[in-house]
């Protein structure tokens, strides 16, 4: 069986489960104020060329972005987010738990819809009768977005000018940043997006961790009481050690870009692959996803070798599927594919 | 200045006040114990053919909505509502802010797409991953709609079919009832609304009552403990009596149905006048609300003399605006309308 | 039969319907837009004293305590109120639902214990984790207590005096707040009370209203965008006359005052009579509501005479029960009941 | 320095470790549903004695304690806890931000009074006005408390008994469940407790896992839907295998119940030392936490060579201080804590 499943199907990089059992049994302090997580938030806001920043280790996405946005929006705001973001779809109606609506606008190709959203903030301020509305507080964008896409340097440059205008948060939900900073195409750094965005986060679980995620608030804005609810959503480990050794492996010797890079290399070559195969793309993604429209009999076909996701149905008689790579993936078995195909 | 502007511009109708006046110092207990509240319940569920129903009254349509749905929804569930739903855009985020989805979809001319609600369900059916999505749990429509249109008895029982089948339950919001039962194209009754819903409310505020509306729970089925969730969200008025002597006014003499029927009548004569004139409408609506499109020069002109709402931008130089009649519009001040065009 | 159950049997004061019958079929705006809402509140402001305030007008206590408590508090703080409070145990778990612990302290007589209050900030200062813990960031007091009992002005600068050191917000549940400020034992004036508070509310529905109460942000420093969230928690009507009515009747003249000077003065007649009966008082009340203990067969046999409030087992044989007086009592009540008994 | 300051200041006993690295690239699926959950899950059930049990793999104790009370609660109902439970003081405020009040109860050696309980649901019961009150749906008792102390079997019987009479759904929070079971003084088995309570969950941070908590419902009536919950409260790993390979090792060869064996032997000979040494008990706890009253010089003196937990402040000259074992504790170490006192 060939696995392109998803980025998270295998455990840890070994240098993660490495730096675990080096510190196993060497006694720490509980929640987050070990040495190790101390070390790891060094690196990451040095990483991202933001000394003065805020940055907590979280134990997941969907805890993350709850987390974060119910810090930043008063009871009667709402966060926009495109209708295919995964606070939309995916999250089991975790931002909407905490008491905001997620605001959801158009998508094109997996991006938020940047003029759709410029004439929703348009049209609320002007609506006379936008007090009985949610106000718009924060726009909320995944990078690279849940189908592999990426916003250029100019869209978030854009997109900064507009929470500026109409006095709004920006936020990234970096589950995958690491293959986004790999791609090609990305144009642009882990120091500009921090400087581009009030608040983001380097994922981890995706990235080659267990688990964990880092919140970066690049401007050290952020109240201390945060950890109080981080502690709320669950989302404080006792074992904060764990989140700790984890970034601390990944922030050392550019560990995280590497595994990025490893990524992107794959999916470059499984493109190909796919390409002289003659299938269809579903859109063309610059990262580590990749999306191709398959004949309902082929998938069948394809399932009894080959792991990979199931996407949407795209007619009657075709699908879309995903193939995934990641930190973990063989070259050998991208070969064996082609072989297959 | 002429008054279209919407249907609570003025206080209670007479008959009303009167009750309120008659009944004012006879002392009686609170919350909703009292026998004005009971007499009223029990003509409600007379009127509404169900004597085996719940029935409480409650302080608004906000709280109304926000109550009912979530005493129905599991923290995990979310309702569904056309992008133009009452709940989805002016009711400041309430649903949400007790925790739940407004799952947002297609709108046509104010009416739930139902092709596209039957779509969505089938879609999370099918969906492997669909534990990681709000269960879609409850569909809300509103009858009459935001603009004024009505599902035909057809539509509800096709609403009532999938509610069936995917085990949902179906909420219609009645602030206007009372004009939709009116309405010449209306082809359901009262008790026939009772029969094909879950649960509705029978809207007094805009009926001719200072405050207040009625929720039925056709099958009576809900739990006494609900009273709690009404004072927590705080409809549950220490002078219950408020209420209470105001429905048993509307559903004495069949005031409520006759209050209905004169609004309507003063529509259509609207409607005519605004035809007369050349109007061009913005949608054909059997209802009380009457939108048409005006230029923006004409609409600022016309502003000096009639009072009406500014719906939304039509284009750039022209808008949507709409006229109101209710249980309170004199004939007179349509005449001088037409006059005045 | 003779009623002295609580402060809302009756319906509005003669003074307050006049009002709405008068201003009845005068089309207004609406959602607390309209003339009477802003005269309301520019009485309100001026007998506050404070020009500069915010003030609001919201339908009822429990919507008014949530709509108030959740403006002012992070997702992670909670409000400290005595065990009796009326957010501690009357509303349902409203503040609750809105997601914030009630921190409930010792009570004395209904009052919060400020020593108790401030031991308690001061050890959650002093506590190493109390970042597991939720921040005290508001001090609720009803005022009277839900006991009847009044804090002296002295408390009150003591409580303005924690909330200053500690950096908490002190707000005032004024639900009865006329029957407070009427009686012999306030040595605080409304305008003292608004210089010490940074938010209170003016009780309407229990001081002659059919429905209503005012909040008071003093200091004016509220966001306006309050209204949306008023609106979210369903206490934003669209009749908002229905409000402005009724509080411009309570400010004008001085009325409101005048309802809390004769409910006080019967209750003095009321606890004079009690006590030549020989009645054993519960506590001592210097506002509207008695308690006395009575033995369980005497009060079943006063049941049939005249209505009270049960209010809590005492002992075995033995029940607290509950006098009320308000606006309006009529003195021959009380005669009838001297006679009674 | 000497290491007593909690039960997770190392990572994970080594089994565990061992066990993720010989999975560590094998690719399996996502969200719980790879193979080690499953073993894990089904070797939970065997232990407690419920082959038809539901039970789930959840990533923290706050998370698991939110999950498991929104899941079971009405949103008008509260859950009763000890004062000193942890709901009830250190999950920062997470049940009320689900909604939930928790009905705080006087808490006996961090055991709830249960005479305290009873009487508090007879007196709700007999309320008229308990509508107006949150409904108390569920007692939650963690085993063992806070303070290391234990319910007896007699005693959960009576909880049992209770919660049956009022219809209350029983829940016990077992983050340190394996040293509860352990200790001599415990006469209740797993098995017992499986069929006592309607929920329970077995700790695992505390008890040599690196994260995870396996929660139980004894009697499998939980939705299948709760996944979605789960989801919600960002308690679903994407790398579930995580907390399915520490479970697996954990419920193989009996490890968990040895580790807590070892812990309470550890316990028994530092209580041993403490008395010797003369030390003064805060209380007499019969699992790994032990709590005693020292000079506050002396403690400043112990804290240059050991780590221990600061309590709370005894007195003015005096603190409460705690000694924790764990399954990490190196008897080593206590014999040189007895060389130090």
């Not at 905490?98 to 929703?120: C, F, T």
């Not at 610059?286 to 009894?304: C, G, K, S, Y």
């Amino acid at each position: 069986m060939l696995y392109f499943e998803n980025d998270y199907q295998e455990g840890a990089h070994p240098s993660i489960l490495e730096r675990l059992a080096q510190t196993n049994l060497t006694p720490m302090s509980g929640y987050g104020t070990d040495p190790l997580c101390a070390s790891a938030i060094e690196k990451i806001k040095l990483a991202c060329g933001c000394p003065d920043a805020d940055a907590f280790l979280l134990s997941g996405g969907t805890q993350t972005n709850r987390t974060v946005i119910s810090s930043l929006l008063y009871p009667y705001e709402g966060v926009i987010a495109a209708k295919t973001g995964h606070i939309s779809v995916h999250e089991g109606g975790a931002i909407e738990a905490s008491g905001h609506k997620v605001i959801e606008l158009q998508a094109v190709d997996g991006k938020l819809d940047i003029d759709a959203a410029e004439a929703y903030l348009k049209a609320y301020d002007a609506d006379e009768n936008n007090s009985h509305m949610v106000r718009p507080a924060m726009i909320y964008i995944s990078f690279p977005t849940e189908l592999g896409t990426l916003y250029s340097k100019k869209e978030l440059q854009k997109l900064r000018a507009i929470c500026n205008e109409y006095a709004l948060t920006l936020y990234a939900d970096g589950a995958r940043l690491g293959y986004a900073l790999a791609s090609p195409e990305c144009d642009v750094s882990l120091r500009e997006l921090a400087a581009l965005c009030d608040v983001f986060y380097i994922g981890g679980t995706k990235m080659g961790a267990l688990i964990g995620e880092a919140v970066v608030f690049p401007k050290g804005d952020t109240s201390p009481r945060i950890i109080t609810l981080i502690k709320q959503n669950g989302a404080l480990l006792a074992k904060g050690r764990l989140l700790g050794a984890q970034f601390d492996a990944l922030f050392t010797d550019e560990l995280y870009f590497r595994l990025g890079e490893h990524a992107i290399a794959m999916a470059e070559k499984l493109k190909a692959v796919l390409k002289r195969m003659g299938m269809r793309f579903y859109l063309e993604s610059p990262t580590n996803q990749q999306f191709v429209i398959v004949e309902n009999a082929a998938m069948q076909a394809l399932r009894e070798k080959v792991k990979f996701s199931f996407w949407e149905k795209y007619d009657e008689n075709h699908s879309v599927i995903r193939f995934v790579t990641s930190w973990a993936t063989d070259e050998k078995s991208i070969d064996a594919l082609e072989k297959l195909l």
